[in-house]
């Protein structure tokens, strides 16, 4: 019992550690990262400095959702990150190897989940906060601009970082689910298609179908005026998102036991 006690911590960290060096040794990780925040920054600052002011509703605008447009495109790379994180070792046979040092494929799956959501999350919130800060800075010229300490704008941008969190979670389960990094970079793209498919075989824009769909629960959860704009609330959403992921990640756990690598 003693020896069991001391070792699986050691094996843990070891685990955690063996993980944390495979995400940050890939190239596709500072890549997909780089260009995200690129991509937020600067759709954040084009969107601010182009707004019309003699077109705004002011019933309905968000200067938050604004400065925050940038990552309806940033979510895809973290959601290609997560899928990499994955796929990429099915891809060169390295998840055999990964699989004989420690037989336990849940703990492998577990610790990329760790390991990975962790750089999720800290370059989802770093990202979201300067796109931010950069498009209030756009708006600023305008008198268009809020800061952190209006009501729920902080709520909002705090969202929009553990949205893609979500995402990147999404990836990893979908990239684990599917092996291929093709196909598991087509899934993540889904995103996307998941609300013209709903739009398409549920019309009606009173149904609560759409409160379900990724895409609307993260933009309610980083919207400041989502009770006008008819997202769910903000606490559905929260559910929403982490059902997405904790329900891939099951079937992701359940299959990787049940399959060759």
Known sequence: MT????????????????????????????????VAA???????????ATVNTAHIDFT???PVDLSLSG?????????VFGALAISSEHSTGMIRTSF???PQRRAVLAAKAAVTGAVGLVAGEVISFAAFFAGQLALS??????????????????GAGFYLFIVTLVGLGLGAIIRHTAGAIA?????????????????????????????????????????????????EAVVVCIAYAAVLLAAAGWLITR???
Do not use: C, M
Request: charged fraction near 10%; glycine fraction near 8%.
């Open 38 to 48: 690129a991509a937020a920054l600067a759709i954040g600052v084009f969107s601010g």
């Open 100 to 102: 004989a040092a420690v």
């Open 141 to 158: 010229g305008k008198h268009l601009s809020v800061t952190l300490a209006d009501p729920g704008v902080f709520r909002a941008v705090a």
């Open 187 to 235: 899934a993540v793209g889904l995103i996307f298609i998941q609300p013209l498919l709903v739009n398409l075989v549920f019309p009606d824009p009173r149904t609560r179908v759409g409160n379900y769909v990724l895409l609307w629960a993260g933009q309610s959860i980083s919207s400041t005026r989502a009770h006008v704009t008819g997202y769910s609330s903000v606490g």
């Open 3 to 34: 020896a069991t006690t001391v070792t699986l911590p050691t094996r843990v960290a070891d685990l955690l550690a063996s993980e944390w060096i495979k995400v940050r040794s890939v190239r596709s990780t500072y890549l997909a990262l780089i």
């Open 60 to 62: 309905t605008f968000d």
């Open 71 to 79: 990552l309806l495109v940033v979510q895809l790379a973290f959601g």
């Open 259 to 261: 399959r060759d690598a």
